[in-house]
Nanobody
Framework: QVQLVESGGGWVQTGGSLRVSCAASGRTNSSYAMGWFRQAPGKEREFVAA????????YYADSMKGRFTLSRDSAKNTVFLQMNSLKPEDTAVYFC?????????????????WGQGTRVTVPS
């Protein structure tokens, strides 16, 4: 089992920045990667970014490239999602997830463990 706890969400003006964190505990050494997804009201959960635990390779959804940066602190089993130049369309609940195996596709069904989510609001 892997437990995930997100933090750092909140309210930020358009163009502002926010950093959300995900602390992992449990059998983290069995995880292949950590990912972030987001879900806006009435929409499906969408992939944001992912990072592999061992190599630190990062992957981003096209719409987040250049604005979002994912990093990790392996010693603390924590990943950080730095979000810059935020837009109203970034408003969503952001979920941290862990996958045990290399995802075949960047979709939620490829991930095995989930946090409770943290809300990010960018008012228009």
């Amino acid at each position: 089992q892997v437990q995930l706890v997100e933090s750092g969400g909140g309210w930020v003006q358009t163009g502002g920045s926010l950093r959300v964190s995900c602390a992992a505990s449990g059998r983290t050494n069995s995880s292949y990667a950590m990912g972030w997804f987001r879900q806006a009201p009435g929409k499906e959960r969408e992939f944001v970014a992912a990072i592999t635990w061992r190599g630190g390779a990062t992957y981003y959804a096209d719409s987040m490239k250049g604005r979002f940066t994912l990093s990790r602190d392996s010693a603390k089993n924590t990943v950080f999602l730095q979000m810059n130049s935020l837009k109203p369309e970034d408003t969503a609940v952001y979920f941290c997830a862990a996958c045990l195996n290399e995802p075949r596709r960047p979709v939620a069904t490829e991930y095995d463990y989930w946090g409770q989510g943290t809300r990010v609001t960018v008012p228009s």
